[in-house]
């Protein structure tokens, strides 16, 4: 076919694949393996995708989950944006009816423990955490489509997450500057005395962010003005920064002292920077 078909041509043709396709096609040659390897193509892929509505629209899959934290139970359900049925269903962990070692080769998850929480989401890129019942943090990159899962490096900030002094919130992003994706992740601690908890806003101890062309976390000195970040709200990436539900402290008009007001919390992943937090309402 690269006989009488220009390579720009054939670039084009694929470019209007979806992934499961092009990851078949990479075996085909040497050079389709490299050019749908490639950044560049991925990143017009992903363009194409989402900018074209009529493919947009009949490729679009909606992930809800339901968590129970003290059962240690996510149930995870896929829709199809068209017709609203449930084409697939799948748990963390995965239930006794179900065949966990067929599962994880199923969808390629290479993962050490049995329950893990969504924590973001982007460009169909899951970030899977154990941040509520697991004494470990272990952080999971896995994107169903293409069946690839990646572990994540222990961050340098290693905390047992199990203990109530530590709240832990994570976000998923894509850095189109610098082509690559990014995990933050917010350390928060709780002030003890004498081993109980103090009714007090948590502290930020530190702020980590991940880049997974370098594979490996780094400290940042953005620390955000919030008092708290909820993290039974999944975040959500827009315009280039994650985006959390958070409370900022202000002073009230009347002035009855310095009350928590609920506050859209940002961190620019092409900056690296938390900009001020936008107050709601």
């Known amino acids: 076919m690269s006989d ?3 390579p720009e041509v054939v670039t084009e043709i694929l470019l209007r694949l979806p992934a499961k396709s092009l990851i078949r096609f990479r075996c085909i040659c040497k ?8 950044s560049e193509f991925i990143s017009r ?16 899959h909606l992930l809800l989950n339901r968590t129970c934290y003290f059962l240690r139970e996510e149930r995870n359900s896929v ?7 449930k084409n697939q269903e799948f748990e963390f962990p995965f239930s006794a009816q179900f065949n966990l070692e ?7 998850l290479q993962i050490d423990m049995d329950y893990f929480s969504i924590v973001g989401s982007c460009n169909g890129v899951l970030c899977l955490c154990d941040n509520h019942c697991s004494d470990n943090v272990c952080i999971n990159l896995w994107n169903p489509s293409i069946r690839v899962s990646k572990t994540l490096p222990l961050p340098h900030h290693w905390v047992r997450t199990g203990e109530y002094k530590y709240k832990i919130v994570y976000g998923i992003g894509f850095d189109s500057r610098n082509n690559d994706y990014k995990v933050v992740m917010i350390v928060f601690v709780r002030e003890e005395r004498q081993g109980l908890p103090v009714n007090s ?4 101890e530190a702020v980590e962010l991940y880049e997974l062309s370098a594979n490996t976390w780094r400290n940042n000195k953005a620390v955000p003005e919030c ?3 909820y993290d039974d709200v999944t975040p959500a990436f827009l315009n280039g920064a994650v985006h959390w539900i958070g409370c ?19 961190f620019d992943l092409g900056d690296v920077s938390m900009p001020k937090s936008e107050v709601v309402g």
């Open 248 to 266: 900022y402290p202000i002073v009230s008009i009347n002035r009855r002292g310095i009350r928590d007001h609920m506050a859209i919390v940002l």
């Open 102 to 108: 067929y599962y994880r080769s199923l969808f390629s």
């Open 201 to 204: 806003a948590p502290k930020v």
């Open 31 to 38: 050079s389709w393996y490299s050019l749908i390897s490639s």
């Open 45 to 60: 892929n992903l363009n194409f995708t989402t900018t074209n509505k009529d493919h947009y629209k009949n490729n679009r």
């Open 79 to 85: 829709h199809c944006d068209q017709t609203v049925l």
């Open 227 to 229: 008092t708290t970040i």
């Open 4 to 6: 009488y078909i220009s």
